[in-house]
């Protein structure tokens, strides 16, 4: 079949996820072998520690789940049109359902304890040699990629917040300012930095060392997503 790229510049992937088994060539290039191999439904952890030694069952994922359905296609290859999609099928599969998708970075975290440093560039050296770094707050930096802007603060916390990237909770101490002051600071922009520090949100709870977790989504920067596009 022929198909049109994706406008832009971001990362585009193909989904044949639908298909069975066999090679796919996109311009005579060879994306290489697609398998839509199911993986075991068991052996998954519910709960994952990387520390230790290692083993090829630590910290699976996505059990029951195909090893992979979706397909790098490097820009180089592709022209504005008439992009031609080759595949050589040996199982069978329903061809009508491949489609294309650019991929970016939709959701970035970051999470800044206030006893951290300062960034490098706040740093100032006295006449004595020594480095001033007492009197200045860390920040916490949040950055999309390049054309797109952070859109949405899905968390926000000052305070003690538990959890990792995507899993981020409320702890007890919390500051309730924490994200229209985020919100605040970083929707509309393609990267933002705030201070870690009771001069910004407050202190919520005295005589602790409190961390700033925030979440975030990034879209493309005009507003609108490239649609995906059907084979």
């Given at each position: ?132 770094v007492d009197t200045i707050a860390p920040e916490l930096r949040l950055r999309c990629d390049d054309g797109h802007l952070i859109t949405k603060i ?55 060392v409190k961390d700033l977790a925030v979440e975030a989504e990034c879209s493309p920067s005009s507003a609108t997503k490239e649609p995906r596009a059907?084979?």
């Amino acid at each position: 079949t022929m198909f049109d790229a994706p406008k832009g510049t971001d990362p585009v992937a193909i989904y044949l996820g639908s298909m069975g088994k066999g090679q796919a060539w996109v311009n005579g290039n060879l994306i290489g072998r697609y398998w839509s191999l199911v993986a075991p439904e068991s052996g998954c952890p519910t709960s994952c520690n990387y520390p230790g030694a290692y083993s090829e069952s630590k910290c699976q994922s996505n059990c029951g789940m195909p090893t992979q359905s979706w397909y790098h296609i490097p820009r180089e290859w592709l022209q504005e049109s008439d992009n031609l999609l080759v595949l050589f099928e040996e199982t069978g599969g329903d061809p009508s359902k491949i489609s294309l998708e650019v991929q970016y970075t939709k959701t970035i975290c970051s999470r800044i304890s206030e006893s951290y440093y300062p960034p490098l560039s706040a740093w100032s050296r006295l006449t004595s040699g020594r480095v001033l770094v007492d009197t200045i707050a860390p920040e916490l930096r949040l950055r999309c990629d390049d054309g797109h802007l952070i859109t949405k603060i899905t968390f926000a916390s000052y305070g003690t917040p538990s959890g990792g990237c995507q899993n981020f909770s409320e702890g007890k101490c919390h500051a309730s300012s924490t994200l229209a002051l985020v919100s605040e600071a970083c929707v509309g922009n393609n990267e933002c930095a705030i201070s870690v520090s009771n001069d910004v949100f407050g202190d919520p709870c005295r005589r602790v060392v409190k961390d700033l977790a925030v979440e975030a989504e990034c879209s493309p920067s005009s507003a609108t997503k490239e649609p995906r596009a059907e084979m």
